[in-house]
């Protein structure tokens, strides 16, 4: 209860208070307990506490392979994403994986495929992204919704990691039955990061009144259960619809808004920081006085972040470069968003490369090869 409405702080004093009474031999539930409480610490930013604590609850376990190691290693998971260690990420999430095959439980097995399958999207290995989707709906998909309940962070990660992967059909599936799941058992922590997700697919399939409602939605709820970790990650998302919609205004307020809620150099608050520059950027800003904004994501090429956010705003920092008439260093983002597409190997991100590269061509005088490109894009897209 103090989770889902927002009272983090209370919400690890009582878990750390429960844990304390837990008798000696219930390592189930001192595990489950744990991972709760490091989760409560993760929203608030105290990423450092979290993993020390999951550390010294798996090395005390006798069995590596039980269902208590999985449930420590998926939340070891979660705080690798949120410190950017997505080697890390990775890393757990194969080994809880590994860990929940055996065991026969389609759920465990789904969360950690789930996992493993959202540390790979942020890594932008495609290929095992989608390897690890697909067993997580194969499990997932055939439990019924009360198994679900204690487990809608997979749910989350599941739709997130196919919208990461172009599969947008598959994640507003998965993100709408979470938000049904949240719903009907008063988890509302869980609801706006679901209907985010599922508003950005939504989005991209191109009903975008239909995103702006989903997203509006997910503000409410985010509202509700006040965590500023959420409400910064709900409201970069929001700006990015608004970008999309064409309202600059909202996008930017939706951007600033989100800083507010951002502390630290973890991964949200970096893609926070992104997001607020690259609306600044396309509001008429030089890049020169908003460098800040961009220096923990690795700079304006954005090496820090995930390829399948490179890509589109590579395409960005292309066109807003060859409106300044500065078409070199549009080049240079142009093959930035050519070289993260190639990483990806998807074709909305081929296209999205391909329309930069072809916009370079043109500027520089080279009408055929860009009307080959341009074509290409069409084709891909």
């Not at 919704?145 to 599936?173: K, P, Y």
């Amino acid at each position: 209860m103090l989770r889902s409405t927002g009272d983090l702080d209370r919400c690890v004093a009582t878990l750390l208070e429960a844990i304390e009474l837990v008798p000696a031999g219930e390592t189930r539930l001192r595990v489950t307990l744990t991972a709760r409480c490091a989760a409560a610490e993760n929203f608030l930013g105290r990423h450092g506490q979290a993993k020390r604590r999951l550390a010294a609850a798996f090395e005390s376990l006798p069995d590596r392979s039980s269902p208590e190691a999985v449930t420590a290693l998926l939340a070891l998971m979660a705080t690798a994403f949120f410190t950017f260690d997505v080697d890390g990420a990775c890393g757990f999430a194969r080994r809880a994986l590994a860990a929940a095959r055996p065991l026969e439980d389609p759920v465990l097995i789904g969360a950690a495929a789930s996992a493993l399958a959202y540390s790979c999207s942020n890594a932008g290995t495609v290929l095992e992204t989608g390897s690890s989707v697909d067993e997580a709906v194969v499990h997932l998909d055939a439990v019924p919704d009360e198994a679900l309940a204690g487990h809608l962070d997979a749910v989350n990660r599941l739709a997130w990691s196919e919208f990461m992967i172009e599969r947008d059909e598959d994640a507003i599936r998965h993100a709408a039955r979470g938000v049904s799941v949240a719903r009907a058992t008063g988890q509302g922590q869980f609801l706006p990061l679901n209907l985010s997700t599922q508003a950005l697919s939504t989005m991209r399939r191109g009903d975008l009144a239909a995103a702006a409602a989903l997203q509006d939605e997910a503000l409410e709820t985010a509202e509700v259960a006040a965590n500023g970790y959420v409400m910064c990650w709900v409201l970069t998302i929001g700006a990015h619809v608004s970008m999309t919609r064409g309202d600059l205004d909202e996008a930017r307020r939706s951007a600033e808004r989100a800083l507010v809620h951002a502390s630290g150099d973890g991964h949200v608050p970096t893609m926070a920081r992104v997001r607020l520059a690259m609306t600044r950027r396309e509001m008429g800003e030089p890049a020169a006085g908003i460098e800040g904004l961009v220096r923990g994501a690795g700079g304006w090429e954005l090496g820090r972040v995930a390829p399948s956010w490179r890509v589109p705003y590579a395409e960005a920092l292309t066109r807003l470069e060859l409106g300044g008439g500065r078409v070199d260093d549009a080049e240079r983002f142009a093959t930035c968003a050519k070289r993260a597409a190639e990483e990806l190997g998807l074709p909305l991100a081929t296209a999205t490369a391909q329309r930069a590269r072809a916009a370079v061509r043109l500027a520089r005088g080279d009408a055929e090869a860009a009307a080959a490109l341009a074509l290409a894009a069409a084709d891909a897209a």
